[in-house]
């Protein structure tokens, strides 16, 4: 299944048919363009002409029934007309239209005669006017949104290529992070010697401490120093977050909300491993982190 981006655009046409007597000739057109951006929620706006304006809940309900979230406007304009123009009636449209008014006067004598306007209009069949309007609307409507469809669909693979390079991006940090700690304790461990000879030195008790309590005491301070700046939790945490995130990428659908929660996730993650830190090399490779989880949550907001 495809992930959808909630950004995307499409437009469409369609014409009102003059009907099957007056051939290809259409008598007017409507213009449907949609525009989609980010939303939490699905959010439908409409800009339509007053005498479309009873379209609204059908469209709405098309629209519904395509997407689940983002904030989406449908612009619908219409072709007059005047501005198509007028299909030539047939001689046995007009031959019927004469015998049919003849029937009506000698029924109602006092029936108005038909205008050459009224007279187009009825050779046009299909329906009346406003019925062939409206078809053509949503039938420009539904292929509007297979074409958003579609285009949300293309910009949601640009979006999983970029987000699987970060998670690519944050193991290679995680995998630099793990052995720097052993490192890290080592050289500490190293420096609280170093510190307790110069304060025995400095107070004149360096020959009344014997050198195995000295180093039981720097072992006991490396100790206690190691637990404080442990990540490999953190680390642990990061790395199945990471996975959970791959495997919604390839899975597909709507994971958006999904998505948006885990980059909170790792978010934490980096930030705990940034507390941690005392050096300088696990400081960088935290502010790393934390530049390519933002990066990530910048592009899951557009996700569907």
């Not at 187009?120 to 949503?138: F, T």
Request: net charge negative; with cysteine.
């Amino acid at each position: 299944m495809p992930v959808y981006s909630m950004t995307g655009y499409a437009s469409a046409s369609a014409g009102a048919a003059s009907g099957p007597d007056a051939g290809p000739v259409t008598v007017g057109g409507v213009s449907v363009e949609l525009r989609s951006v980010n939303g939490r929620f699905l959010d439908l706006g409409f800009r339509l002409p007053d005498d479309l304006r009873a379209l609204e809940p059908a469209l709405r309900e098309v629209i519904g029934a395509a997407f689940r979230r983002g904030k989406i406007e449908l612009r619908l304009s219409t072709q007059r007309d005047a501005e198509a123009g007028w299909p030539a009636p047939t001689h046995d449209q007009l031959n019927r239209l004469s015998r049919l008014e003849s029937t009506v006067q000698s029924w109602l004598p006092k029936a108005s005669a038909l205008s050459v306007h009224e007279a187009l209009q009825w050779c046009r069949g299909g329906g009346s006017p406003e019925q062939r309007q409206d078809e053509a609307a949503m039938e420009a409507a539904k292929r509007c949104i297979e074409g958003l469809r579609d285009a949300r669909a293309r910009e949601g693979e640009r979006l999983v290529t970029v987000l699987m390079e970060r998670i690519a991006r944050l193991r290679e940090l995680a995998t630099q992070a793990a052995p720097l700690v052993p490192a890290v304790v080592q050289k500490q461990q190293q420096r609280f010697l170093e510190r307790w000879n110069e304060a025995l030195q400095s107070t004149g008790a360096a020959q009344s401490v014997p050198a195995e309590a000295l180093q039981e005491r720097a072992l006991n301070e490396a100790a206690a120093y190691a637990i404080r700046i442990d990540v490999a939790e953190e680390l642990s945490r990061l790395a199945a977050h990471l996975d959970e995130i791959e495997r919604l990428l390839r899975a597909g659908g709507e994971i958006g909300k999904r998505l948006d929660f885990l980059i909170q996730e790792l978010h934490r993650e980096a930030n705990t491993l940034g507390s941690k830190s005392s050096a300088l090399e696990l400081t960088a490779i935290s502010v790393e982190m934390k530049v390519a989880v933002e990066q990530m949550r910048e592009q899951v907001q557009n996700i569907e």
